[in-house]
């Protein structure tokens, strides 16, 4: 007696359903490194990018402070050189 069940045979999709699954196993493993590698990537890329951030944050503040010193020296010189402008001009230089 033959078997004309075919596809029909229980066992036959059995085995074939734990194939998948093995196989589904394996990608989701795959996957699931490929994630945990690429989220590693991006959790260091943010931490560089906060550094840089931080840096720029101190470096401007730096050049603030630097700004502001040559705001005051450039005031201090424009008075020395008003001084010395009116002094020429009493003494009719100018």
Do not use: C, F, P
């Not at 699931?32 to 101190?58: F, P, V, W």
């Amino acid at each position: 007696m033959t078997d004309d069940r075919g596809d029909l045979d229980l066992t036959k999709q059995i085995d074939d359903l734990q194939k998948e699954i093995e196989y589904l196993k394996k990608e989701m493993t795959i996957l699931h490194e490929n994630y945990g590698i690429e989220i590693r990537d991006k959790d260091r890329r943010i931490i560089d990018l906060m550094n840089i951030n931080d840096s720029h944050k101190a470096t401007n503040g730096d050049l603030r402070v630097l700004n502001n010193q040559l705001l005051r020296e450039n005031d201090k010189m424009k008075e020395v050189i008003e001084k010395s402008v009116k002094r020429l001009r009493n003494d009719g230089v100018l």
